[in-house]
C-alpha cells in the first residue's frame, strides 16, 4: 500500500521534471509579461464591453445589468479560449523536443525515471504555465457575478472547456514528439490544423444537414459538431435561445441512446469529458512506449512517408539543377520538396479543388422532387390532362380555364399557363386545388396548380456563402503557411549556422531577401492559385449558362478574378515580408513564427472587423464600399458574397440595377487601389529590411 | 613578401566582455598560420572578423589590403571561411549543394559543372556526390565544408577547427589536403587545439589568450622562446635518489626532480653544454642508463607559455 502511494507521490507531487519548473516557472521575468499581458488583454475586453454596452449603469435595470454581464461574460469566455488555443500549443509544443534539443533527453532516460514520470513531468510542467494563465483570469470573471445574470456553473464550464483544450493540445505536442512525428517546428502544424478545424466545423455547422431532426419534426440547436468543438460546445453554455440543447426525450429514438443522447443534451460536459479522455488516450502509449521509440532510429513519420511511397528512406537521390539565384532556388525548391510540405501542398490543393467542385455540382444540380411535372409529356393536350410524376398519383383532368402558376425563387408568383412553360422539369408547389370531385367521377380535377424550378442541392444564396467561407479559409491557411516558411527562413539558418557561410559569400542583403522573397513566393503561388480557380470554376458555369440561354444570376462576379489575384498576391507578399521582418529580428524560431502569426492575424482579424463594421454602417451607404475594399478579407467578401453582407450598398433590393454597377465600380476600381496601396507598403518594407539587413544581423552575432 | 591579412589593435567587445584585445597580427601570402588558444580566448572572434562577418570596435582588420567593415564586398571573393560547425541545409544532396554556393559566387553555366567536378575530385568526393549532406558523416562534412571554400579559387582559407571531432583517419586525410592546399600556394589561417597537427602544417603560428596575443611567428622560434632552461631526462642503474643530490649540487644545474623511474634534470638558462652530467656520474661510480634532452615541441611551448586563464 505504501508502495502505491509512494508510486503516486513520485509520479506527481515528488516529479522532479514538474517540481523544477514549478520552483522555477514563476519567477521567471518572460512568464511574467506573458500572464501579465494576458491578464491585461481579458481586462481590456472587460472594459471595452462594458463601455460598448452604451449605457449609464446608474440608470440600468437588474434585468439589464444582468444582460450586460451576460454580454460580457460571453465575450470574456471567447476570447479566453481563443487566448488558450493560441497559446497552449506554444508552452506544449516544446514539451519533449526541447529536451531533446538541449541534449538532457539522454541523460533523463538513463536516469531511473519511470517513463511515466518523464511524460507526465514533461507534459504538466508544460501544461502548468497554461493552467496559471486560466487562473489569473478567474477575478475578471468574477465582475460578472456583481451585475448577476451569469450561473457559477456556467463559468465553470468555461474555464473546464479552456482547461480540456489546453490539456488536448498539450497531450497531442506530447505523442507528436514521443512518436517522432514532428519537431519543435510542428507548432505551425498546430496552427494550421487548429484554424482549420475551428473555422471548417463552425462552418459546417450552420448547414441543416448535420442537426439532426427531433422528435417534433423541427432541428436540434446541437450538431455532429457540437460535441467535439470548442467553440460550439463553449456556445451552448450561454443559454441562448438559438443554442440551448435539446432534451434527450426530444431525441429521436435512435439517437436517444447513451452516448449520443448525452452528445446532443449535454455537448459542453461531452466536450469536457471527452478531451480529458482523449488526453488519457493519447498520453497512455507515449508512457508505454517512450523508450523503446527513444532507441529507435526511424522516425515514425518517415516510416510513414516510406510505406507511402512518398520517400525512399534513402540517403541519396538525383542532384537537380540550382538556379542562378541560389537563395530563391533553396527556399522553392528544398522547403517545396521536402516530404511533408509536400503532402500538405497537395492535400491544400486537392482538398481546395474537390471542395470547389462539390460546391459547384451540388449548385448545378437538383434535389429530385416529390411530385413533379415534366413539359410535354405530362401534359396531354388532346384529353386536357395532366400527369404528376413521383407519387404515383392518377393523372388529373385540366380545363382549359385552370390556373397554372409559376414562381421563381425570392419572386412574385405569376399566372403562366402551361404552353408558356419551357420545356423541362418543374416541381409542383404544395398542393394544387382540386374542384369538388363531382359524385361518380373517376379523375380529379385541377382548379389551380403552382409549378416552380427544381430546387438546387445547394441555393444560390449558400453557395456564395460557402464559396466565400471556403475561400477566406484557404486564404487564412496560405497567409499561416507563408508566414510561418518566411518567419523560419532566417532563424532556421541562423540556428544550423548556415547564415554564416552566406554572409561570407559576395551575395548582398538585397541579393539575399530579394531571393527569399522570390523562392517564398514561387513556393506559395500553387497554393494561392487554388481559392482563384475556385472562384474560375463558379465564373466558368455561369458563363456556360449564359452562352446556353438559361436565366442566371451570378455567383460570383467575374470582375473577381481580376481583382482577387492581385490582392491575394500582395497579402501573401505582406505576410512573407513581416515573417521575414520578425525572423531577421528574432534569434530563435518559435519566437519568430510566434510574433509574426500574432501580427499577421491581429492586422488581418483587425482590419477585417473594421471593414464589416464600415460596410455594415448605414451612414456611409457606398462610400463604405471604398474604406471596405481596403481590408482583404472584407474585399473578399465584397467580391464574392455582397447580397449576405452589403445587400443595401449594392442595391439589390431595389428596382435599379444602376445602383449594382455603382457599387461593382466603386469596389473594382477600390480593390485596386488597395491593391496598390500594399504594393507600396510591402515595397517600403523590402527596402527598409534591406537597409537594416547587415546591421541587424550583425547585432546577433556572436 | 606580400602580406595578405593584417590587423593593427584590432578589438572586439561584447558588452563588458572583452573577446579581442589589440590584436596585431600580420601574415604573409603563402603561409600557413596556426592560431592556437585555449578555448574562448578569441580565435573564432578573430577568425569571423576577417571573415566579415563580425565589425570589430576599434581596430583595423585587413585582407588583400581591402579594410574589413568597409571593403566586405571586395573581401568575401577572396576568401573561403570554414567555421568550426558544418552549415547543413536539409533535403541537400552534395553536388547541390556545391552547386548552391558556386552560384552564390556567381559561377554559372557550363564553368559551375566543370568547377563542381574539379573540386569533388580535389576532396575525394566524387562518389558522393548523390549523397544527402545531411546523412554524411562528419569527416565527409567537413571535407565538403573544405571543397565549398575551393569552388572560388580563393587566395585566403580561415579555417575554424577544421579537424575538430574527426576521428584519427579522416584528421590525418583532412591535413594531407590541407597540405596540398598550401602546396598550391593558398594563405591559410587555421585555429585548432591539435597542436601536433598544426606542428606538421604551419611555418607560423600566433598563441592567444584571453583576447591578448602572446606570441607570433614562425613555430621554431616560438619553441626556442619558450625552451628557457634545457631539460635532460637521466636514467642511472642504481640509487637514482644518490644520484639526483650528486647533480643537484652543479652550479650547472637549476633542479632534479625524479619523474616515474628517471630523473628530470634542468639545467640553467644558458646552460648548453650538458656534457658535464654524465661525466660527473660516471666519475661517482654510477651506472648510466640512458641521458636524453627533453623535446620541446608546440605542445610544451604552448603550456609554458599559456597560463590556462579562460575569460
Redesign the interface.
Known amino acids: 500500500m505504501l508502495g502505491v502511494a509512494d508510486y503516486f507521490w513520485r509520479l506527481l507531487p515528488a516529479n522532479p521534471i514538474l517540481r523544477r519548473v514549478v520552483e522555477t516557472g514563476g519567477k521567471r521575468r518572460r512568464d511574467l509579461f506573458i500572464r501579465c499581458g494576458y491578464l491585461g488583454f481579458l481586462i481590456g475586453v472587460v472594459i471595452f464591453s462594458l463601455i460598448s454596452s452604451n449605457s449609464s449603469f446608474g440608470s440600468m435595470s437588474l434585468d439589464q445589468l444582468a444582460k450586460v454581464s451576460a454580454q460580457l461574460f460571453r465575450t470574456t469566455s471567447y476570447w479566453q479560449l481563443g487566448l488558450v488555443a493560441f497559446l497552449a500549443p506554444v508552452f506544449t509544443a516544446g514539451a519533449i523536443t526541447q529536451e531533446k534539443d538541449s541534449q538532457t533527453y539522454d541523460i533523463l532516460l538513463a536516469t531511473p525515471l519511470t517513463n511515466a514520470q518523464i511524460v507526465l513531468g514533461s507534459l504538466l510542467s508544460r501544461l502548468f504555465f497554461v493552467v496559471t494563465l486560466l487562473i489569473s483570469g478567474i477575478p475578471v470573471f468574477s465582475i460578472t457575478q456583481v451585475f448577476g445574470g451569469v450561473a457559477i456553473s456556467a463559468i465553470a464550464y468555461s474555464f473546464a472547456i479552456a482547461a480540456a483544450t489546453a490539456f488536448v493540445t498539450g497531450a497531442i505536442a506530447m505523442a507528436i514528439a514521443v512518436f517522432k512525428v514532428g519537431t519543435r517546428r510542428t507548432i505551425f502544424s498546430f496552427y494550421l490544423f487548429i484554424t482549420v478545424y475551428v473555422a471548417g466545423l463552425w462552418m459546417l455547422d450552420t448547414l441543416d444537414y448535420f442537426h439532426p431532426a427531433l422528435a417534433d419534426g423541427t432541428r436540434s440547436t446541437t450538431s455532429w459538431f457540437t460535441g467535439i468543438h470548442p467553440f460550439l460546445a463553449l456556445r451552448v453554455i450561454f443559454n441562448e435561445k438559438a443554442h440551448i440543447p435539446p432534451d434527450v426525450l426530444a431525441l429521436p429514438s435512435n439517437l436517444q441512446r447513451w452516448p449520443l443522447g448525452w452528445y446532443f443534451s449535454s455537448p459542453q460536459t461531452f466536450y469536457v469529458a471527452f478531451m480529458f479522455t482523449l488526453s488519457f488516450v493519447l498520453v497512455s502509449p507515449s508512457i508505454v512506449f517512450l523508450r523503446r521509440l527513444a532507441q529507435s532510429s526511424n522516425t515514425l513519420r518517415s516510416w510513414v512517408l516510406q510505406k507511402l511511397r512518398i520517400t525512399k528512406g534513402?540517403?541519396?537521390?538525383?542532384?537537380?539543377?540550382?538556379?542562378?539565384?541560389?537563395?530563391a532556388?533553396?527556399e522553392a525548391k528544398?522547403k517545396a520538396?521536402?516530404a511533408r510540405a509536400s503532402i500538405l501542398r497537395y492535400v491544400f490543393i486537392a482538398a481546395g479543388v474537390i471542395g470547389a467542385l462539390v460546391l459547384c455540382w451540388m449548385y448545378s444540380t437538383t434535389y429530385e422532387p416529390d411530385r413533379y411535372v415534366l413539359l410535354p409529356d405530362s401534359y396531354d393536350a388532346d384529353n386536357n390532362t395532366l400527369t404528376m410524376f413521383g407519387r404515383n398519383d392518377l393523372p388529373a383532368r385540366m380545363p382549359r380555364d385552370t390556373m397554372v402558376q409559376y414562381k421563381e425563387p425570392g419572386q412574385e408568383k405569376r399566372d403562366m399557363g402551361l404552353a408558356s412553360l419551357a420545356r423541362g422539369k418543374y416541381q409542383v408547389v404544395g398542393q394544387p386545388a382540386y374542384e369538388p370531385n363531382p359524385r361518380g367521377a373517376r379523375v380529379n380535377t385541377i382548379a389551380s396548380i403552382t409549378l416552380a424550378p427544381l430546387d438546387r442541392r445547394v441555393s444560390a444564396d449558400d453557395a456564395r456563402k460557402f464559396l466565400l467561407g471556403m475561400i477566406a479559409i484557404e486564404f487564412a491557411v496560405i497567409l499561416l503557411i507563408v508566414t510561418n516558411a518566411a518567419a523560419s527562413t532566417v532563424t532556421r539558418?541562423k540556428e544550423?549556422?548556415?547564415?554564416?557561410?552566406?554572409?561570407?559569400?559576395?551575395?548582398?542583403s538585397r541579393y539575399y531577401i530579394w531571393g527569399k522573397l522570390r523562392g517564398l513566393v514561387s513556393f506559395v503561388l500553387p497554393l494561392a492559385a487554388v481559392p482563384i480557380a475556385s472562384i474560375l470554376m463558379f465564373v466558368l458555369y455561369d458563363l456556360y449558362r449564359a452562352a446556353s440561354g438559361q436565366s442566371f444570376d451570378w455567383i460570383v462576379f467575374p470582375e473577381s478574378l481580376l481583382i482577387l489575384p492581385g490582392t491575394i498576391v500582395v497579402v501573401v507578399a505582406f505576410a512573407a515580408i513581416l515573417g521575414m521582418q520578425m525572423s531577421l529580428r528574432c534569434r530563435r524560431t518559435v519566437m519568430a513564427v510566434m510574433s509574426s502569426v500574432g501580427i499577421v492575424l491581429g492586422v488581418c482579424v483587425g482590419l477585417a472587423l473594421c471593414g464589416y463594421n464600415v460596410v455594415d454602417s448605414r451612414g456611409l451607404g457606398q462610400v463604405g464600399l471604398v474604406f471596405g475594399s481596403f481590408s482583404p478579407f472584407t474585399l473578399m467578401t465584397l467580391l464574392v458574397n455582397p447580397r449576405g453582407y452589403a445587400n443595401e450598398q449594392f442595391g439589390f433590393n431595389a428596382s435599379d440595377p444602376s445602383s449594382v454597377a455603382t457599387a461593382r465600380m466603386l469596389v473594382f476600381v477600390f480593390g485596386w487601389a488597395a491593391t496598390g496601396a500594399y504594393t507600396m507598403l510591402v515595397w517600403a518594407m523590402y527596402k527598409s529590411m534591406v537597409k537594416n539587413f547587415d546591421m541587424t544581423i550583425?547585432k546577433q552575432?556572436? | 613578401m606580400s602580406v595578405v591579412i593584417k590587423t593593427v589593435n584590432l578589438t572586439k567587445r561584447y558588452g563588458t566582455l572583452v573577446a579581442l584585445s589589440n590584436l596585431n597580427l600580420e601574415i604573409n601570402a603563402g603561409d600557413c598560420f596556426g592560431f592556437i588558444g585555449p578555448n574562448g580566448a578569441g580565435k573564432s572572434t578573430t577568425i569571423k572578423i576577417l571573415a566579415t562577418l563580425l565589425q570589430p570596435t576599434w581596430g583595423e582588420a585587413r585582407v588583400c589590403d581591402y579594410v574589413v567593415g568597409y571593403q566586405s564586398r571586395q573581401i568575401r571573393p577572396l576568401i573561403g571561411f570554414v567555421p568550426d560547425y558544418f552549415g547543413a541545409y536539409e533535403d541537400m544532396v552534395v553536388q547541390e549543394y556545391l552547386e548552391f554556393f558556386a552560384a552564390a559566387y556567381n559561377i554559372n553555366g557550363a564553368n559551375r559543372n566543370k568547377i563542381v567536378n574539379d573540386v569533388l575530385e580535389l576532396t575525394d568526393l566524387g562518389y558522393k556526390r548523390d549523397a544527402l549532406v545531411d546523412g554524411l558523416s562528419r569527416g565527409m562534412k567537413q571535407r565538403l565544408s573544405i571543397a565549398r571554400v575551393l569552388l572560388h579559387d580563393p587566395k585566403v582559407l580561415l579555417l575554424d577547427e577544421p579537424a575538430g571531432n574527426l576521428d584519427p583517419r579522416a584528421r590525418i586525410e583532412m591535413r594531407e589536403l590541407l597540405k596540398e592546399l598550401r602546396r598550391m600556394g593558398k594563405t591559410i589561417m587555421i585555429s585548432s587545439h591539435i597542436l601536433p597537427e598544426l606542428q606538421d602544417l604551419c611555418n607560423t603560428v600566433g598563441i592567444i589568450e584571453q583576447g591578448e596575443l602572446i606570441y607570433a611567428g614562425p613555430w621554431a622560434d616560438i619553441v626556442k622562446r619558450a625552451r628557457g632552461g634545457m631539460v635532460l631526462h637521466v636514467t642511472v642503474a642504481d640509487n637514482p635518489a644518490a644520484a639526483g643530490a650528486l647533480l643537484a649540487q652543479n652550479p650547472g644545474i637549476e633542479s632534479v626532480n625524479p619523474n616515474n623511474g628517471f630523473l628530470e634534470v634542468s639545467l640553467k638558462e644558458g646552460v648548453t653544454d650538458y656534457s658535464f652530467v654524465p661525466q660527473q656520474l660516471v666519475g661517482a661510480g654510477f651506472k648510466l642508463m640512458m641521458l636524453r634532452e627533453e623535446e620541446v615541441n608546440l605542445e610544451t611551448a604552448f603550456m609554458r607559455l599559456t597560463k590556462g586563464m579562460v575569460q
Not at chain 1, 544550423?496 to 559569400?505: H, I, R, V
Open positions: 534513402d540517403k541519396s537521390r538525383k542532384p537537380r539543377a540550382v538556379w542562378s539565384n541560389p537563395i532556388w533553396r528544398t520538396s521536402a539558418e544550423d549556422g548556415s547564415l554564416d557561410l552566406l554572409l561570407a559569400t559576395p551575395i548582398t550583425r552575432s556572436r
